[in-house]
């Protein structure tokens, strides 16, 4: 198993099938998501986008098994989004 967030974190949406889909850019470009570099992707989004993905996010994140080794940078990355 590698060290990526998708494969660390067992229940992943981007991972799920179904309802449960979410789509991760992280996931997408192979990386994990305190790695990404969000800020070019939010740009791309609505306000309306923005704040769905934020809340989901806000809501989510903290549950993640790599929440706890990560949290000084995912909670830099959650700030970026409209609360």
């Not at 992943?12 to 990404?36: D, H, I, V």
Request: charged share 30%; hydrophobic share 35%.
């Amino acid at each position: 198993m590698s060290n990526k967030c998708w494969d660390i974190n067992l229940n992943c949406m981007a991972k799920a099938t179904g309802n449960a889909y979410r789509p991760c850019p992280a996931f997408e470009l192979k990386k994990s998501c305190w790695e990404l570099e969000w800020e070019p992707f939010l740009q791309k989004l609505s306000a309306v986008q923005k704040e769905t993905m934020g809340k989901l996010m806000k809501e989510n994140c903290p549950k993640c098994p790599v929440y706890d080794s990560h949290q000084k940078k995912i909670d830099q990355k959650l700030k970026l989004f409209v609360s």
